[in-house]
């Protein structure tokens, strides 16, 4: 933590800019007090000086899972509640702590039963995410604490799963015009501590680092981007790469991703995914596609190891309501008679941040 501490001292400048004086309006000065065109700030601007978030949801979804042995593994209805936000020590938000309290209990998931259907109600909350982040110039930014994980390019079925945490630092360099790369990354962190969410219980682990990524992103032009990460995670290397091409002319297909592992030690494989979107209404999107993952992974618990068809569909149902759905189909071989073999998600959300902001509270 030492080091990027002294990193953030060493780049941080403060600059003085000549202050113009404000041009007059029909002959009333600009900064003078009753000027017409000097708004007041509202309540919702004086919360926002100290308060944002970028995430407030609550979601409930049908789950079902079929094993290989056609055995019913999950036949229920979950919740999840995802409040994300940060506290900003300056107006500017160069410098702010920020928090992510969700549902689930363990690195993969992101849920909790509610009692109808498989499995007994959970009622657990808890703070996976508490950070510190530093942006004391435009190219740099530093992130110290409990963070979430990092897929650039990548989505969570080859790459970690978005509800995985970490206890660490993250380094985030952006100078495409010397560097090449739009973004460079650095994380050094710990992984592990599988059914352990809370951060205030994974704060020791900040000097056990188990976890170093390496990943660069670049936009290509408008058309291609891509990414390359190296990845230990654990007593695993591994190689990570993306790439999405939006292909609207080409009318059916609104963009294809292509992501894809190699691991290169202990236990040599590779699995990939191929994966396209298409918007069919402003309110309606379909994607879908297949996917490889030959060893177990810390992706998504929806794509354990195996071969899979995959079908999403979302419905922006209103600007606070959406309702999607996830249905997944593995074919060929799979290791054990417990592993998933049919999977139906069924989720409706609403995204009380939108209602906040329609009503101007935030």
Do not use: C
Not at 145 to 168: C, F, S
């Amino acid at each position: 933590m030492l080091p990027l501490i002294l990193l953030i001292g060493r780049v941080t400048v403060f600059a003085q800019a000549p202050v113009s004086s404000p041009k007059p309006v029909d002959g009333i000065s600009a900064s003078t007090p009753g000027n017409p065109t000097d708004k007041k700030p509202t309540e919702a601007d004086k919360v926002r000086r100290w308060i944002e978030f970028d995430a407030l949801s609550l979601s409930t979804r049908y789950r079902f899972i079929e094993a290989r042995s056609h055995q019913t593994i999950a036949n229920q209805d979950q919740y999840q509640v995802v409040a994300r936000g940060r506290f900003k020590f300056d107006s500017k938000g160069k410098y702010s702590v920020y928090a992510g309290l969700f549902t689930g209990q363990n690195l993969t998931s992101g849920w909790n039963n509610t009692g109808w259907g498989t499995g007994d109600a959970q009622t657990n909350l808890h703070l996976k995410q508490l950070y510190f982040n530093a942006k004391p110039t435009k190219w740099l930014e530093v992130q110290v604490g409990g963070i979430a994980g990092y897929n650039a390019e990548q989505t969570e079925i080859t790459g970690l799963d978005n509800d995985a945490y970490l206890a660490g630092e993250r380094v985030q360099v952006r100078r495409p015009k010397t560097l090449f790369f739009d973004e460079i990354s650095y994380t050094a962190a710990f992984i592990g501590d599988l059914t352990t969410p809370s951060v205030f219980r994974r704060f020791d682990r900040f000097d056990e680092w188990n976890y170093h990524q390496i990943a660069v992103r670049k936009q290509i032009n408008k058309r291609i981007g891509f990414s390359v990460e190296y990845a230990r995670e654990a007593n695993r290397h591994m190689l990570r790469q993306a790439v999405n091409v939006k292909t609207a002319e080409l009318k059916f297909i609104d963009k294809v991703t292509f992501e894809n592992y190699q691991v290169l030690d202990p236990n040599p494989g590779y699995g990939f995914a191929v994966h396209a979107e298409k918007k069919l209404h402003k309110r309606f999107s379909l994607s879908g596609g297949f996917a490889r993952i030959d060893q177990p992974l810390f992706n998504a618990d929806r794509f354990p190891v195996g071969n899979r068809f995959f079908v999403y569909t979302n419905t922006k149902l209103t600007r606070e309501f959406s309702l999607s759905s996830a249905l997944i189909q593995a074919v060929g071989p799979l290791p054990t008679a417990a592993t998933s073999r049919t999977r139906l998600d069924i989720i409706l959300t609403y995204n009380f941040l939108e209602t906040l902001r329609r009503t101007k509270f935030f």
